[in-house]
């Protein structure tokens, strides 16, 4: 029986007055307890995740626990933990976004031993708030009452500990009942967990961190920082159009003087502006960092200033001052903060040197972080020199606990040592951490999940599944087209003539929905991890390899389930006459790779041997199923053709992106790294792909509008084509870029004969002027919205890989539930609202660019290691050709096709020296000036001699290795001739290309493996990190970069866009 109560909340208007609002509060006489001691399972419906019988007592946090030591509960070794709802609650109402799904991803973890019990919904547990009590008062006061109810529970038969920060409530509920114990967080930890040295040492770095915040917020009255205004005063102003909202962005390369703010929803239409808004320096920042959600106000036009259009060091951000802006832009001032996103921060201690020189204060410590847009951190803790000493050579984690404006620096504490500086897999933590990518093994629960497939035991299609699904397995030549070596095969393709004669294209993928079910311990995982991510020389699946490379993926000659889409074409036209979407069963016939394919289609049957599947046939029987199969290469590639040529008139865009493919040996390590040419099979296949995303979109959306998730390109903003009209219009083309139809074509005129870099170039920076791909739910935004610009579609999604995609879960789970709608059987799945599905898009995006920048960081390091021993004075692989694509006031930006490397190269350097090249075309530092114009820059010495550096110029480069302490190590480029390094034959430029590359990739593998010798780690290394954590890795660069094509339109290497 429901009992209904009253709850009073106080909510503040825009106006600032204060509404209060009575809700109704409905208790039961049971909620689930999660415990294993429940006496009455079924009464309190337990489902999922239960409390761990075999320890010593359940722990209960108090809201403030929760609050500041999150980080210590999430310690695996912490067992039996119970976060009542209070808690919880307060966590989300007070600590943001961020820390409360921190909090719901530990309660969803099958690894912690913790669980929620909602004690304001249990009739027992629930307290009304008295008169004149403070709402801390009253949590502490839930809490303990839940604590005692639930002792009771559990028939007394297991201790509860509640944990508080509150001295009072310990001297007042301490010995009140017998069985629940009340005793302060520290003193928890060091008697119940003394060997537990780590939770205990954050501990007091988090207690030493709050007292130094609250001794300094005493003792200091001058204030660094205006105070940020009230929310209920930015709410009203971001109303009124006073303010503006929108996140934060700080430029890496000048850190301390430049960040700009991208609007936001209604802020971006509102307020008229068409460009982000700049914040000139910290003063103007006001205590926020890069990636928080601010409320800027506008400051007046003639205090408006531009972006630096000068080269910068990142370590010497300052000297930009002295350069001419460009054009005077929106310029304002953060006033607030509506959304911290602090997170994990790798950081490096001063050196001794650095110690000596700041004289000895033992309490705080102001460390470097790795990422250059975030402010140095001052470390406030007891053990300072002890941490000092220990940690010079290592990097190591820190969290941001305040930032007052009494305080030039944030506030924040130790959290733990990361890896040694420099080293590989301190580096490789690195980048992880800074991108927030959890690597954590998947656990026993959600292994348990796992379906059989053992020798021994081998998995077989189910005579249930049999019944249900279109069996295609007799009727149908089904094949896949992939790399070389590829394992994880998620697509397949079939095309046949129908008995009246029209043609029937599949496009079958693989059935990951029917191993992951929804809200079960893989499927939460697989939703956090949201995609596998692909590292240099590693990749961290998303799904267990006994899905990912085993029963989800699509190989030759063995049964698997798919989910297709099969249309029915005009045999002549191929005008799409019908549809069918369903799930079926495929016996993949040939697993191809991209090569022996294109040679079949080209007539070149000596490739025969190469197929496995017709290698031992015999001559009559090869030659029919030969026969079969060329033709249905060349049937899909004519199909192909007509649905890229449909695109093509309604504007898609070929933009630059991967170029390589690594080719693999038996033991996985790299062979080679051979060109991506230009094989129609390739199109054949995306187009293919990209046909089945389409119709998916269409029909998911018809049957579900409001709670579809698509895929959205956004139309980019004209001005960010300015730089690549201006970069053509050097090279006499003209660019037109009014839409996708003819920024298509004139990329496609855009070719200069004598040089093919050229039209490389101008596609590339036309991939950095687009905005970024996103995921979103068809319920919050118009239709008009919806469509893809790069693909010139008018609905898109992702269908086609499920096995490293989380989009591609939700996508097939819908596309399942609107073909019951159609059959008007019952949906058995409860849908994700809009609201949630936009929640679970905004996580998705955000592992997508933690994915891109964690793969294009990693390669960075691997060429840093290669370069990084090589002497640049002597060895001949450090000097190159290079392209010039960007001018600057004191430089210019220059790619190199040889390595891919984009960079800055310098024309004035520190001494204010200008780089001068006599007759015999080497560079040398002489005193002079630089004038710069859009398409050129003129280097004049006081001698009056001059150097013109032209766009599109080759110029010979020297690379060598800046090694930062602090930061990543970086490449640096050096003009050293104003000639080219070669005459530019492309075909002998790619192979020098991959030659090279080749050997950097050897070359640093081999140098991994000699660091592994030498301290002693074994050979069989790898395969116990894989049983532990269960996870794909390998010590070859680039590995499977091939599977990543589809992010290409995101350009991640934009960092020079100043």
């Not at 770095?205 to 709050?210: E, F, V, Y």
């Not at 002497?871 to 220059?894: A, F, H, K, M």
């Amino acid at each position: 029986m429901l009992q209904k109560r009253e709850k009073v909340l106080l909510l503040r208007t825009f106006q600032g007055r204060t509404l209060r609002i009575v809700r109704e509060h409905y208790l039961r006489p049971s909620v689930p307890c999660n415990s294993a001691l429940c006496p009455q399972p079924a009464a309190c419906r337990n489902e999922g995740k239960l409390l761990s019988s075999d320890v010593t007592h359940y722990v209960i946090p108090d809201w403030k626990v929760v609050q500041d030591y999150l980080e210590i509960l999430e310690f695996p070794e912490l067992k039996g933990i119970i976060f009542m709802q209070t808690a919880c609650q307060a966590v989300q109402h007070q600590r943001g976004r961020r820390q409360y799904n921190k909090l719901r991803n530990l309660l969803k973890d099958a690894r912690h031993d913790c669980i929620l019990f909602a004690n304001e919904f249990q009739q027992h547990c629930y307290l009304p708030r008295e008169r004149g009590e403070s709402m801390e008062k009253w949590q502490t006061r839930s809490i303990y009452n839940a604590a005692v109810w639930y002792y009771h529970h559990c028939q007394d038969r297991m201790p509860i500990v509640m944990v508080t920060e509150d001295e009072e409530a310990i001297q007042q509920y301490g010995s009140e009942t017998e069985g629940v114990f009340m005793i302060s967080f520290k003193n928890y930890l060091d008697n119940f967990w003394p060997d537990l040295k780590a939770a205990r040492e954050l501990c007091d770095s988090i207690l030493q961190s709050r007292q130094e915040r609250e001794n300094e917020s005493q003792e200091s009255h001058g204030k660094e920082y205006p105070e940020h205004l009230p929310l209920e005063v930015l709410e009203a102003g971001i109303k009124s159009g006073r303010y503006i909202q929108g996140i934060l962005n700080v430029n890496k390369h000048r850190a301390q003087i430049e960040a700009f703010v991208r609007l936001q929803g209604a802020s971006s239409k509102d307020s008229g502006l068409i460009s982000d808004i700049l914040i000139h320096g910290m003063k103007a920042r006001n205590r926020s960092i890069h990636g928080d959600a601010v409320v800027v106000e506008l400051l007046p036009k003639n205090e408006w200033k531009g972006r630096t259009a000068a080269l910068c060091e990142n370590d010497s951000d300052d000297k930009a001052l002295g350069e001419s802006p460009s054009e005077p832009m929106p310029t304002g001032r953060v006033v607030g903060i509506l959304q911290k996103n602090w997170r994990d921060y790798v950081v490096t201690f001063p050196s001794k040197e650095e110690v000596q020189s700041q004289g000895k204060n033992a309490q705080k410590i102001l460390v470097t972080p790795w990422d250059y847009r975030i402010p140095k951190i001052r470390i406030s803790t007891q053990q300072a020199e002890a941490l000092q000493v220990a940690n010079t050579d290592f990097r190591v984690v820190v969290r941001i606990d305040s930032w007052e404006s009494t305080s030039v620096y944030p506030n924040g504490h130790f959290v733990r040592v990361l890896g040694r500086i420099g080293d590989l897999e301190g580096e490789i933590a690195t980048i992880l951490v800074e991108n927030s990518i959890s690597v954590v093994p998947f656990s026993e629960a959600q292994m348990c999940e796992m379906p059989v497939n053992t020798p021994e035991n081998p998995w077989k299609v189910s005579p249930e599944e049999e019944q249900v699904r279109k069996d295609l397995r007799k009727t149908h030549l089904v094949f896949s087209i992939d790399p070389k070596g590829c394992e994880d095969v998620d697509d397949t393709l079939s095309v046949r003539t129908l008995n009246n004669g029209n043609l029937e294209l599949g496009v079958h993928i693989a059935d990951v929905t029917h191993f992951v079910a929804p809200n079960s311990y893989i499927d939460v995982e697989a939703r956090t991890r949201a995609t596998t991510y692909y590292l240099a020389d590693r990749r961290y699946d998303m799904l267990p390899s006994i899905l990912s490379a085993d029963l989800c993926s699509l190989l030759g000659g063995v049964d698997r389930y798919a989910v297709s889409v099969m249309w029915e074409l005009d045999e002549t036209s191929y005008e799409i006459k019908k549809v069918w979407y369903g799930r079926t069963i495929i016996r993949s016939a040939y697993k191809l790779f991209y090569e022996a394919a294109q040679e079949l289609l080209d007539g070149n049957f000596s490739i025969v041997d190469d197929i496995p599947e017709l290698k031992d046939l015999d001559e009559k029987s090869r030659q029919v199923k030969l026969e079969e199969l060329v033709w249905a290469i060349g049937k899909l590639t004519d199909i192909a053709r007509h649905i890229r040529a449909k695109r093509d008139r309604c504007g898609a865009l070929e933009l630059e992106g991967v170029e390589v493919r690594v080719q693999l040996d038996e033991k996985k390590n790299i062979h080679d790294l051979i060109p991506k040419q230009p094989l129609e099979v390739h199109e054949t296949v995306a187009e293919c792909m990209i046909l089945a995303n389409h119709w998916v979109a269409k029909k998911i959306w018809e049957s579900f509008p409001h709670q579809a998730l698509l895929r959205q390109h956004p139309s980019p903003h004209q001005e960010f084509f300015s730089e690549l009209r201006e970069c053509a219009k050097a090279k006499g083309f003209f660019i037109d870029t009014r839409s996708n139809k003819t920024l298509a074509d004139s990329l496609d005129n855009a070719n200069d004969p004598n040089d093919p870099i050229v039209n490389r170039l101008l596609r590339s920076m036309a991939t950095q002027a687009m905005s970024n791909a996103l995921y979103f739910s068809t319920g919050s935004c118009a239709e008009e919205e919806f469509h893809h610009y790069g693909l010139a579609l008018d609905k898109y999604t992702h269908f086609t890989s499920p096995i490293r995609r989380y989009s591609d879960i939700v996508v097939h789970r819908l596309l399942m539930a609107a073909i019951s709608k159609d059959k008007k059987i019952e949906i058995k799945e409860n849908l994700l609202s809009n609201k949630d599905l936009e929640e679970l898009c905004r996580h998705i995006n955000n592992r997508n660019r933690a994915a891109q920048h964690s793969q294009k960081q990693s390669t960075e390091l691997f060429q840093c290691m290669y370069f990084k021993d090589k002497d640049p004075e002597t060895e001949e692989r450090c000097i190159t050709d290079g392209v010039i694509y960007s001018i600057r006031t004191n430089g210019v930006l220059v790619f190199i096709p040889r390595f891919g490397i984009k960079g800055a190269a310098y024309l004035k350097n520190k001494d204010g020296l200008v780089i001068s090249c006599g007759p015999d075309s080497c560079s040398e530092w002489k005193p002079g000036s630089l004038q710069r114009f859009q398409n050129k820059i003129i280097s004049t010495t006081t001698a009056g001699q001059s150097v013109t550096f032209h766009l599109f110029d080759h110029v010979t480069v020297r690379i060598s290795v800046q090694a930062l302490r602090c930061h990543s190590d970086t490449i640096r480029l050096e003009i050293i001739s104003n000639k080219p390094y070669m005459i530019a034959n492309t075909e002998l430029f790619h192979q020098s290309s991959l030659l090279l590359k080749s050997e950097l990739v050897k070359e640093v593998t081999r140098s991994m493996e000699e660091a592994q010798l030498a301290q002693e780690v074994k050979v069989n290394v790898i395969q116990e990190e894989y049983q532990e954590y269960c996870q794909t890795k390998g010590r070859s660069l680039y590995t499977l970069l091939e599977e990543i094509r589809d992010l290409a339109l995101l350009d991640v290497s934009s960092n020079y866009r100043l």
